[in-house]
């Protein structure tokens, strides 16, 4: 009889044949419990000497959507599990925004927009948050809106970017190179700090050409840059801002680049809300720099009361000039002591600096 062959295989009679035929049909292995199908065929040949199986294909593994009205058998490259719900699911079911399945979305988009969305976490604000329109401050670790965030200081909001550069603000005080008198009131002054402000308050200043888009108004109170770019030139007015949450008195503390220590304002009554201009100690003179070039530096005191720092002094006077050494030391001790011994919630502090350059230079 002739002989016929089927792939590298020789058959040899019509019996042979018959088997192959009867045996040609595929069956799928079932999978091993726990997992998804898995699709196998097979040729059973029957040959004078024995039985041969041949397994000509294996698919990949596959699962069940388990979105509702999907269902499809799908290859574990093309699934995820979802977060919320821990069902396996098609990626063209998968949520990018919120990263779970398309209906655990719609429910949790359902359960914020019946909340309202978390509350901001920032003092004073009352805004509800939304997906995608929050962060989350590395220091105080408050979730607050994205316009508290600060822009110089990443990762961290206003309030505590503020503190931090109030802390560099100190940290530049102590290690100024002062002498004599000037050294020791500076010391006593950077130890007046309120290290928990139960107000928002704020002075800086603002030097011709300084870009003022760099300010950022917030609910709470305007945000400003730090330092004064390109800073002001000897014989240039000085312009003094301010702004506060509450009613309160300013006095501040002028570290200048000479060493003299001036007492710029003392009980300067203010009202809360809108940023406050001053451009001299009073409506009768004005302020104006002179030098030498440096950093000059305010140190500035806001007290629901008024602050007897120094009673027979007024405005802009040099604190060199007023008694002794020992008097505007033990008058700046005196005076950080009594803040300490106020409530919490009765004052806070604030200082900022800028720089003075020779307009010949």
Same mark, same amino acid.
């Given at each position: 009889?002739?002989?016929?062959?089927?792939?590298?295989?020789?058959?040899?009679?019509?019996?042979?044949? *018959?088997?192959?035929?009867?045996? #040609?049909?595929?069956?799928? *292995?079932?999978?091993?419990?726990?997992?998804?199908?898995?699709?196998?065929?097979?040729?059973?040949?029957?040959?004078?000497?024995?039985?041969?199986?041949?397994?000509?294909?294996? *698919?990949?593994?596959?699962?069940?959507?388990?979105?509702?009205?999907?269902?499809?058998?799908?290859?574990?490259?093309?699934?995820?599990?979802?977060?919320?719900?821990? =069902? +396996?699911?098609?990626?063209?079911?998968?949520?990018?925004?919120? %990263?779970?399945?398309?209906?655990?979305?719609?429910?949790? #988009?359902?359960?914020?927009?019946?909340? @309202?969305?978390?509350?901001?976490?920032?003092?004073? $604000?009352?805004?509800?948050?939304?997906?995608?329109?929050?962060? &989350?401050?590395?220091? $105080?670790?408050?979730?607050?809106?994205?316009?508290? =965030?600060?822009?110089?200081?990443?990762?961290?909001?206003?309030?505590?970017?503020?503190?931090?550069? =109030?802390?560099?603000?100190?940290?530049?005080? %102590?290690?100024?190179?002062?002498?004599?008198?000037?050294?020791?009131?500076? /010391?006593?002054?950077?130890?007046?700090?309120?290290?928990?402000?139960?107000?928002?308050?704020?002075?800086?200043?603002?030097?011709?050409?300084?870009? #003022?888009?760099?300010?950022?108004?917030?609910?709470?109170?305007?945000?400003?840059? =730090?330092?004064? /770019?390109?800073?002001?030139?000897?014989?240039?007015?000085?312009?003094? &801002?301010?702004?506060?949450?509450?009613?309160?008195?300013?006095?501040?503390?002028?570290?200048?680049?000479?060493?003299?220590?001036?007492?710029?304002?003392?009980? #300067?009554?203010?009202?809360?809300?809108?940023?406050?201009?001053?451009?001299?100690?009073?409506?009768? &003179?004005?302020?104006? !720099?002179? @030098?030498?070039?440096?950093?000059?530096?305010?140190?500035?005191?806001?007290? %629901?009361?008024?602050?007897?720092?120094?009673?027979?002094?007024?405005?802009?006077?040099?604190?060199?000039?007023?008694?002794?050494?020992?008097?505007?030391? +033990?008058?700046?001790? &005196?005076?950080?002591?009594?803040?300490?011994?106020?409530?919490?919630? *009765?004052?806070?502090?604030?200082? $900022?600096?800028?720089? !003075?350059?020779?307009?010949?230079?």
């Amino acid at each position: 009889m002739e002989n016929r062959s089927i792939g590298d295989k020789t058959l040899d009679g019509q019996n042979d044949l *018959a088997s192959v035929r009867s045996n #040609r049909q595929p069956s799928v *292995a079932g999978p091993p419990a726990g997992q998804g199908a898995r699709d196998s065929t097979s040729i059973k040949v029957v040959g004078g000497d024995g039985t041969i199986n041949i397994t000509t294909r294996e *698919a990949p593994r596959r699962v069940v959507c388990n979105i509702t009205t999907c269902g499809a058998l799908i290859a574990e490259a093309d699934c995820f599990v979802c977060g919320r719900c821990q =069902r +396996t699911v098609c990626k063209r079911h998968k949520d990018v925004e919120l %990263l779970v399945c398309e209906e655990c979305a719609a429910i949790k #988009r359902r359960e914020s927009g019946a909340a @309202g969305g978390i509350p901001c976490q920032f003092q004073g $604000c009352d805004k509800r948050l939304s997906g995608g329109h929050e962060f &989350h401050c590395r220091r $105080c670790n408050r979730t607050m809106c994205l316009s508290h =965030r600060d822009t110089s200081l990443d990762g961290h909001c206003v309030s505590c970017a503020e503190i931090m550069r =109030r802390e560099r603000f100190d940290k530049i005080a %102590l290690n100024w190179p002062l002498t004599g008198v000037a050294a020791e009131a500076a /010391r006593e002054l950077v130890r007046i700090s309120q290290p928990k402000p139960a107000f928002q308050a704020r002075i800086w200043t603002q030097a011709t050409g300084v870009d #003022r888009r760099e300010e950022v108004v917030t609910r709470d109170i305007t945000v400003v840059p =730090r330092h004064s /770019r390109g800073g002001y030139r000897i014989g240039d007015r000085f312009t003094l &801002h301010c702004q506060t949450q509450r009613d309160c008195y300013l006095t501040v503390i002028d570290l200048g680049t000479s060493g003299n220590i001036y007492l710029l304002l003392q009980n #300067r009554r203010l009202q809360a809300g809108n940023p406050v201009e001053l451009t001299g100690p009073d409506k009768d &003179h004005i302020w104006r !720099i002179g @030098g030498p070039p440096g950093i000059e530096r305010l140190k500035a005191l806001f007290t %629901l009361e008024p602050l007897e720092l120094f009673p027979n002094a007024p405005d802009f006077s040099p604190l060199g000039q007023i008694g002794t050494t020992k008097n505007i030391v +033990t008058e700046l001790r &005196h005076a950080r002591q009594s803040l300490q011994q106020m409530p919490a919630d *009765a004052w806070v502090d604030d200082s $900022c600096d800028f720089t !003075i350059e020779d307009p010949g230079a």
